[in-house]
């Protein structure tokens, strides 16, 4: 594929970046992977490489040990096709339809203007097809597996069939880690959590008022968990449930958050408020309710800059959702846990158990009107007692307020093994080529890994992958230097695999 301006072109590794542009100019969010799919098996298929895609779009290729080194064992390098798609609030980009526009800094970070980088995981994509265009020498067997929406739950490690693909590795480098010179050996698991409150609508009564909070750093809401970024649907939630009881209002609609896996950074609701003489002074009220939010110290600097704004709409509503539903909304705003519950008491620093609210919407019928408020949650933990007690606790708070909740997504931990040949060797050549001993960290998010071992039997795995930086966000940057670094490390290790 070709762009018009190579925007990576004169930097190294030179195939890598080439194949990473490519890739960005495809759009490719989760579930929209066909078209990346497509360039991966064309890209296969010139090469004459054997090559497996399944029906949701996984894709799998097998290379040919070197000669003279066929006795090796085979090594799967595995990274995922889809990016998070998100976008400031002016950005009119297109994820569906559009490519992204890159652009480098003077230190070698790429970035893309306005939206989500998709560093995570494109690099992986780009790193592998590199190595199968032109491979290090020797090298073992290497079958590349590239799997499909994995930030949505999973889908494509759990729709992976390792004995139709004919996977024969049991030594894997999964190339979904964010920091150089960390080498992941374990991860926690997870699963997504749907509520769905029931909407009764009635006749609006007064004047309609938006209020928008907009402008909070958001993240990844496994790796930062534990950095203390403020939940903008959480902080709306506050910020109402403070003025119930001197304002008499409904809510009308709520929006918020683009992905249960990403820390919302933005969110907006209109509310009904019957007294239309206190307009102002509600709106004041709404702001002064943010400072307070605000001036807490506890607040991180970065999340201090946010917007906070309440317009009074000239148009008077027509519906809005009645009282019981305002309270059930505002109950569950209130009520619902979010960002860390418990740290590990065994590893210190790691989060052991977490939830992120990462959206909230309106959901509507085909006039319009409002039929249900949905909330769309993260919850991570390496136990599955965890789990289970999460499970139990939102499925008990949907019930309390007269709504449902649906559990989908779960997905396994990846323990640590106390022995890994893999994780020595990675080791070795680090020191050997940088000087340096890579750190050893068992991490908070979720990876494919704990499937992928469970579909494959006993596996020898380590995960790793280049710097970046604020991933989830439209602030997501990726260093060229680490690249570089990286890629040469993983080269390394499959001419040590041989």
Same mark, same amino acid.
């Given at each position: ?55 949701? #779009? ?24 889809? !990016?998070?798609?998100?976008? @400031? ?21 790429? $970035? ?71 080498? @992941? ?134 519906? $809005? ?5 305002? #309270? ?17 008491? #065994? ?23 409002? @039929?249900?408020?949905?909330? $769309? ?8 007692? #965890? ?80 710097? !970046? ?7 997501? !940057? ?21």
């Amino acid at each position: 594929m070709s762009t018009t301006t190579r925007i990576l072109s004169g930097y190294e590794p030179a195939s890598v970046l080439s194949f990473f542009e490519d890739i960005c100019a495809i759009p490719h969010v989760s579930g929209d992977e066909r078209a990346i799919a497509d360039y991966i098996e064309a890209f296969a298929k010139a090469r004459g490489l054997s090559c497996y895609r399944d029906a949701v #779009h996984n894709v799998f290729i097998k290379l040919p040990a070197s000669e003279g080194h066929e006795s090796a064992p085979a090594v799967i390098l595995q990274g995922h096709t889809d !990016m998070v798609g998100e976008k @400031t609030a002016d950005s009119t980009h297109n994820f569906a339809t559009d490519g992204l526009k890159l652009k480098v800094d003077a230190e070698g970070w790429i $970035s893309a203007t306005d939206t989500t980088l998709g560093g995570d995981d494109g690099i992986a994509v780009a790193m592998m097809l590199a190595i199968l265009d032109n491979p290090p020498q020797p090298h073992p067997a290497i079958e590349c597996l590239f799997t499909v929406s994995e930030e949505t739950g999973l889908e494509g490690a759990w729709a992976f069939d390792p004995v139709a693909m004919e996977a024969t590795a049991h030594t894997m480098i999964n190339l979904d880690s964010e920091a150089e010179g960390v080498l @992941t050996a374990g991860c926690s698991g997870g699963m997504r959590t749907d509520i769905t409150l029931p909407v009764t609508c009635e006749s609006a009564e007064g004047v309609a008022v938006r209020v928008t909070l907009d402008g909070f750093t958001g993240g990844h809401s496994g790796v930062e968990i534990h950095e203390g970024h403020t939940n903008a649907i959480k902080a709306m939630g506050r910020i109402l449930s403070a003025l119930t009881e001197p304002y008499d209002f409904s809510l009308i609609s709520v929006s918020g958050g683009g992905k249960d896996n990403a820390i919302p950074r933005d969110c907006t609701v209109t509310v009904d408020l019957r007294d239309t003489a206190h307009a102002e002074d509600f709106a004041r009220a709404v702001t002064a309710e943010a400072e307070k939010l605000r001036s807490e110290p506890n607040m991180i600097p970065a999340d201090k800059s946010f917007t906070c704004t309440a317009e009074i709409l000239p148009d008077p509503p027509v519906l $809005s959702m009645d009282d019981k539903t305002t #309270h059930a909304v505002l109950s569950l705003l209130t009520l619902v846990r979010d960002g860390v519950l418990s740290m590990s008491a #065994h590893v210190k620093g790691l989060v052991a158990h977490s939830r992120n609210l990462g959206i909230i919407k309106t959901l509507t019928d085909g006039e319009g009107k409002p @039929t249900a408020v949905k909330f $769309s949650m993260s919850t991570r933990s390496a136990s599955n007692g #965890h789990l289970d007690d999460s499970q139990r606790e939102l499925t008990a708070l949907a019930a309390v307020l007269g709504g449902e909740a649906t559990h989908r997504a779960r997905y396994p931990g990846w323990d640590y093994a106390p022995v890994s040949p893999l994780r020595d060797l990675w080791t070795r050549v680090s020191e050997g080529i940088y000087g340096v001993t890579p750190r050893i960290e068992v991490i908070h998010a979720g990876l494919e890994c704990g499937i992928l071992c469970d579909k494959l039997g006993e596996m020898d795995i380590i995960s790793v992958g280049p710097d !970046m930086r604020d991933i989830h966000t439209p602030r997501e !940057m990726l260093s060229i230097p680490s690249v570089e670094r990286t890629y040469r490390l993983v080269c390394e290790t499959l001419r040590a695999l041989a």
